[in-house]
């Protein structure tokens, strides 16, 4: 089926690259039909740039491609099971990816409670030797004001709700110790989490394979106390997870090169990543095709490279951590960035300089919040908070000038030198190699989450939201082609975030 719906997305393309009329190019129908052909999608784990590629050669742009392979974690490949020895089948909210596999029967053992008094405890792995391991991870809120950093000018952040994806990641470590003591199975219960949010969550997605079969269930309202005191009283459980590892799988990465008119030597790299859960985890290169139908009728200054990254969601098979996907590209590209005066590569001697990146992710994410009393997990019908990043002074000017968001009132700017935690999204890798960025991720809770299939997901998308924010860039980046190397100006190497990182 989506193999059907990509032939009719290219012949539809067609029509529209070659009929010459300009507000098909660019207006709230086109932007609709694209956000709705994405729903159809549904989960992109490994990528989906062929609609990337068929736009930009329908522009007669030229199309580079990287094949990366590795080994995918296909998974589950039935639905995940947790049943104790009295009958009890627990309702199984996700997997964690790359943690383990069990075959069609499972693994049983005693349920043991290594659970923790606080988030930041690590579990006692050992003391669930040869059992199944109850502990639980807490979706931990996050105080933004105290380690997002704004820029002067722009308003602070508040404290917001956890959201499952950040608390994942920062928790659910150390697999690979319960899997060398020989834990057959762990069992996650989530806390301060509504049901709704944390069904399908995908992670953490930032491990290799753990070695460790690991499941998720719901724990708040008093169900983490009920699974402790079937472990005190000596209860077993049967955990099914299959999956396999599939070897020699690709990954596709694809770029294209638009020559500049004047600066031709130099470089601006703009990115964004074509894997993802749902329609909000990847729809940035929307906004990188409507530049690219722009610079095919007015050409830019610099060289601009337009680059879709195709394994954002195994980022870590290709990237040593705290790299991501983009930072292999960057690793095996370096001709098209590190030039001379390039101070983080040159051992390169590479032949064009990047003055700038930007990474375009999470366009028009509509918010949800929850109430964890009633266990509800609603829309808003707001549009969830930017995360918007500058890493030169100059370049947040620029963004306080041009960029409107849904609320016109806010223009919030964090600077990533000195926030405390990596800049989000695929905009990292620029800021790792002294690139200077501006770049934008929203992170709805959701961001991570692997909807039902019944469930239209197009309702998470504010299409105004999307529109205004492609305008924006598209100001910031034709601001960016007028501006000199010096005008966008240099990160600072005394920041905070180096200082913690390093």
């Known amino acids: 089926m989506q193999n059907l719906a990509r032939v009719v997305y290219v012949l539809l393309l067609s029509a529209v690259l070659t009929d010459g009329v300009g507000h098909s190019r660019n207006s709230t ?110 979706n931990v809120p996050i105080d933004a004001a105290d380690v997002f950093r704004v820029w002067p000018g722009s308003p602070e952040w508040s404290t917001g709700a956890g959201t499952p994806d950040i608390s994942a990641e920062g928790l659910v470590r150390n697999l690979t110790l319960a899997a060398d003591v020989g834990v057959k199975a762990v069992i996650y219960a989530w806390q301060n989490a509504a049901t709704g949010l944390v069904d399908g969550q995908y992670a953490p997605f930032h491990n290799l394979y753990q070695g460790v079969p690991t499941l998720f269930v719901q724990g708040s309202n008093g169900m ?120 983080r590569a040159p051992q390169y001697g590479g032949q064009l300089k990047a003055v700038a990146g930007s990474c375009v992710e999470h366009l028009g994410a509509v918010h949800w919040a929850e109430d964890i009393s009633s266990d509800d997990w609603y829309s808003t019908n707001q549009t969830e908070p930017e995360l918007l990043y500058a890493s030169t002074a100059p370049l947040n000017a620029l963004l306080r000038r041009h960029w409107r968001d849904a609320d016109p009132n806010v223009t919030r700017v964090t600077d990533p030198v000195d926030s ?24 709805p809770s959701y961001l991570l989450k692997i909807w039902p299939a019944a469930f239209d997901e197009v309702q998470l998308v504010d299409l105004a939201a999307v529109k205004s924010q492609i305008e924006s860039f598209k100001r910031v980046w034709r601001a960016i082609d007028e501006m000199s190397a010096e005008d966008i100006g240099e990160q600072r190497k005394d920041g905070l975030h180096r200082e913690l990182h390093t």
């Open 29 to 138: 129908k086109y932007l609709a039909d694209e956000i709705q052909y994405l729903a159809s999608l549904k989960v992109r784990l490994t990528g989906s740039p062929t609609h990337n590629a068929s736009q930009l050669e329908g522009l007669s742009f030229p199309v580079f491609t990287d094949e990366l392979p590795f080994t995918y974690y296909k998974g589950p490949l039935s639905e995940p099971s947790i049943i104790l020895n009295n009958g009890t089948n627990l309702p199984v909210a996700s997997f964690s990816t790359y943690s383990g596999f069990t075959g069609s029967a499972g693994v049983s053992g005693r349920l043991v409670d290594i659970t923790t008094s606080t988030p930041e405890e690590v579990p006692d792995w050992e003391q669930a030797r040869d059992a199944i391991a109850l502990t639980n991870i807490t």
């Open 224 to 343: 983490l106390e009920d699974l402790q005191a079937a472990a005190a009283n000596g209860s077993h459980a049967a955990v099914t997870l299959e999956a396999e590892l599939q070897r020699h799988q690709s990954a596709r990465t694809i770029w294209t090169v638009i020559e500049g008119t004047d600066l031709k030597n130099e470089s601006v790299i703009l990115n964004t990543h074509t894997d993802g859960v749902n329609i909000i985890e990847e729809n940035g290169h929307i906004a990188l095709l409507a530049y690219a139908r722009e610079l095919a009728e007015h050409p830019p200054r610099r060289t601009t490279i337009l680059l879709f990254v195709g394994q954002h969601m195994h980022f870590v098979a290709f990237a040593q951590p705290p790299q991501r996907a983009t930072s292999r590209w960057l690793n095996t590209h370096p001709e098209l960035w590190a030039g001379r005066g390039q101070r």
């Open 420 to 443: 405390v935690p990596v800049q989000g999204g695929e905009g990292y890798p620029f800021f790792l190699a002294d690139i200077p960025n501006v770049s934008l991720v929203r992170n």
